[in-house]
Nanobody, 126 residues
Framework: QVQLVESGGGLVQAGGSLRLSCAAS????????MGWFRQAPEKEREFVAA????????YYADSVKGRFTISRDNAKNTVYLQMNMLKPEDTAVYYC???????????????????WGQGTQVTVSS
């Protein structure tokens, strides 16, 4: 059974940084496309970033491009989201998602992911 556990959320001032981690109990982790999504209060869940098998392919939402970086360590079964220059509008619950893929591809649609973590809260104060 796939299990995804996010960590690293918290309260930070605007302009600060946080690094989210998602530890995955899946095998082979290196054949899963991974993504980060977020959901702010009273808003729909939205795509943040995605990464392919090896980490060479990444894709970002326009709202976070240049500030956030997604990466993965296949030896540790972990995907990361480094968040810099945080803004109050980045406040949300951040979710990790995983989907097995027979090809190295980027998945940006939440409905393409079959496995989700419980989420970690990120709050950015102004």
């Amino acid at each position: 059974q796939v299990q995804l556990v996010e960590s690293g959320g918290g309260l930070v001032q605007a302009g600060g940084s946080l690094r989210l981690s998602c530890a995955a109990s899946i095998h082979p982790f290196s054949r899963y496309s991974m993504g980060w999504f977020r959901q702010a209060p009273e808003k729909e869940r939205e795509f943040v970033a995605a990464i392919g098998w090896s980490g060479g392919n990444t894709y970002y939402a326009d709202s976070v491009k240049g500030r956030f970086t997604i990466s993965r360590d296949n030896a540790k079964n972990t995907v990361y989201l480094q968040m810099n220059m945080l803004k109050p509008e980045d406040t949300a619950v951040y979710y990790c998602a995983a989907q097995y893929s027979v090809t190295d591809r980027i998945l940006v649609n939440q409905y393409e992911y079959g496995n989700w973590g419980q989420g970690t809260q990120v709050t950015v104060s102004s």
